[in-house]
């Protein structure tokens, strides 16, 4: 039972126009939330996060949204560069209970097109 | 130069034989983590160190045991390696007190035949 869904295995998007990849969650415990990003042969890197308690942020051309209410989040990557061709993973924390670690989504491939 | 390192890169072993893969982090983190990643159901975590003492299981522990032989190790082990437990394996780390930005090695692909 997917707590973290990521519902698009694969994105599209030509060069200089804007990414916009998807993340829903189910889990109301989940108080932070990040992107990665993964190369092949490579361990996913950190790419922006959100506190539950905010509602954007962002860094340079990447820009995270989120929505409690929706329970939805989104990041948008502007201009897109080919360099972002990469699988994209969202992941969460949840708070308290002492438990760690994170709750990934299956990841978006995202494939920017010259 | 890696923060985070992950030996083997890749291993192919039978069924039935004991496996250790290791990870080291020069970062000196508290927390250390293991994940697997199989191929379209993203990472999943198997066990998680809040220091060398304090060791946890994870949401897929089973048939899986690991050790925390310093702040800057901790290995996963198969015991009897079995062929469902072929995947790509991520060990990752973070400071305690910080918000979660776990850093991650670059996996060991593991098959089992």
């Given at each position: 039972?997917?707590?973290?869904k990521?519902?698009?295995?694969?994105?599209?998007?030509?060069?200089?126009?804007?990414?916009?990849?998807?993340?829903?969650?189910?889990n109301?415990?989940?108080?932070?939330?990040?992107?990665?990003?993964?190369?092949?042969?490579?361990?996913?890197?950190?790419?922006?996060?959100?506190s539950?308690?905010?509602?954007?942020?962002?860094?340079?051309?990447?820009?995270?949204?989120?929505?409690?209410?929706?329970?939805?989040?989104?990041?948008?990557?502007?201009?897109?560069?080919?360099?972002?061709?990469?699988?994209?993973?969202?992941?969460?924390?949840?708070?308290?209970?002492?438990?760690?670690?994170?709750?990934?989504?299956?990841?978006?491939?995202?494939?920017?097109?010259? | 130069?890696?923060?985070?390192?992950?030996?083997?890169?890749?291993?192919?072993?039978?069924?039935?034989?004991?496996?250790?893969?290791?990870?080291?982090?020069?970062?000196?983190?508290?927390r250390?983590?293991?994940?697997?990643?199989?191929?379209?159901?993203?990472?999943?975590?198997?066990?998680?160190?809040?220091?060398?003492?304090?060791?946890?299981k994870?949401?897929?522990?089973?048939?899986?045991?690991?050790?925390?032989?310093?702040?800057?190790?901790?290995?996963?082990?198969?015991?009897?390696?079995?062929?469902?437990?072929?995947?790509?394996?991520?060990?990752?780390?973070?400071?305690?007190?910080?918000?979660?930005?776990?850093?991650?090695?670059?996996?060991?692909?593991?098959?089992?035949?």
């Amino acid at each position: 039972d997917q707590q973290v869904k990521q519902n698009s295995p694969s994105l599209s998007v030509q060069e200089g126009r804007i990414s916009i990849l998807n993340c829903d969650y189910t889990n109301s415990m989940f108080d932070y939330f990040l992107w990665y990003k993964k190369y092949p042969a490579e361990g996913p890197t950190f790419l922006i996060s959100i506190s539950s308690i905010k509602d954007k942020n962002e860094d340079g051309r990447f820009t995270v949204f989120l929505n409690k209410s929706a329970k939805h989040l989104s990041l948008h990557i502007v201009p897109s560069q080919p360099g972002d061709s990469a699988v994209y993973f969202c992941a969460a924390r949840r708070s308290g209970g002492g438990a760690d670690g994170l709750t990934f989504g299956k990841g978006t491939h995202l494939i920017i097109q010259p | 130069d890696a923060d985070v390192t992950q030996t083997p890169r890749n291993r192919i072993t039978k069924t039935g034989k004991r496996i250790m893969l290791e990870c080291s982090q020069t970062k000196g983190h508290d927390r250390m983590y293991w994940y697997r990643q199989d191929p379209g159901l993203g990472l999943r975590l198997i066990y998680y160190s809040f220091d060398v003492k304090d060791i946890n299981k994870g949401e897929i522990s089973d048939g899986y045991s690991v050790s925390r032989q310093a702040q800057a190790k901790f290995s996963l082990s198969l015991e009897s390696a079995i062929p469902n437990q072929t995947a790509l394996y991520f060990c990752a780390s973070r400071p305690s007190g910080s918000t979660d930005t776990q850093y991650f090695g670059p996996g060991t692909r593991l098959t089992v035949l």
